[in-house]
């Protein structure tokens, strides 16, 4: 089974910085990664798609790089509206597989 | 607008069973592949089964292969999973999701149902 593992566990950003979020996976998945934003009480959404594409409907401020093992989701400028946990999601080894989220909160 | 709803969740005792559905709307249902994935209180999401467009392939996480069937009826629009044999470890909210290019990545979701094994 493909581990794939984020960091940090909880990132706490000021609204209009930067945030990172990482994602490494055990083993190779190319660009066959996605990730998803879920809030309190509702199912994820999605975000990115084949590492780097942006979902429809999903602002620019959202963007997805990396390949084989290494990825990170970047929110350009973080909104309010951005607190939520994400994860990332290997689409190309079975069974597929979920990170144990990043929290990002708004300091 | 895609939509999907599950229902059918609740709580059961342990060795029990309890079936879920999940309603879609629209979208031309019988043309997508379809997931179930769960998430237990507090952690990860987790992928339990997939079922084809036509039905015809399954495929189940290990942890519930031999006691979970994935199931749909594209005349109802509507996606199924049997639950039997449930254990503890089996609580959690479980959604349906819709792999929109066989990519097993999942563009739509439920709200979820939340289904508790406890005696």
């Known amino acids: 089974e493909t581990v794939m593992t984020q960091s940090p566990v909880t990132l706490s950003v000021s609204p209009g910085e930067r945030a990172t979020l990482s994602c490494r996976a055990s083993q190779s998945v190319t660009n066959k990664l996605a990730w998803y934003q879920q809030k309190p009480g509702q199912a994820p959404r999605l975000l990115i798609y084949?590492?780097?594409t942006r979902a429809t409907g999903i602002p620019a401020r959202f963007s997805g790089s990396g390949s084989g093992t290494e990825f990170t989701l970047t929110i350009s400028s973080l909104q309010s509206e951005d607190s939520a946990i994400y994860y990332c999601q290997q689409c190309i080894n079975w069974p597929w597989t979920f990170g144990q989220g990043t929290k990002v909160e708004i300091k | 607008e895609v939509q999907l709803v599950e229902s059918g969740g609740g709580l059961v005792q342990p060795g029990g069973s309890l079936r879920l559905s999940c309603a879609a709307s629209?979208?031309?249902?019988?043309?997508?592949?379809m997931h179930w994935v769960r998430q237990a209180p507090g952690k990860r999401l987790v992928w339990v089964s997939r079922i084809n467009s036509d039905g015809s392939s399954t495929s189940y996480a290990d942890s519930v292969k031999g006691r979970f069937t994935i199931s749909r009826d594209d005349a109802k629009n509507t996606l199924y999973l049997q639950m039997n044999s449930l254990r503890d470890e089996d609580t959690a909210v479980y959604y349906c999701?819709?792999?929109?290019?066989?990519?097993?990545?999942?563009?739509?979701w439920g709200q979820g149902t939340l289904v508790t094994v406890s005696s």
């Open positions: 999701a819709r792999d929109p290019t066989v990519a097993a990545y999942f563009d739509s």
């Open positions: 084949d590492a780097s």
């Open positions: 629209g979208f031309t249902f019988s043309r997508y592949w």
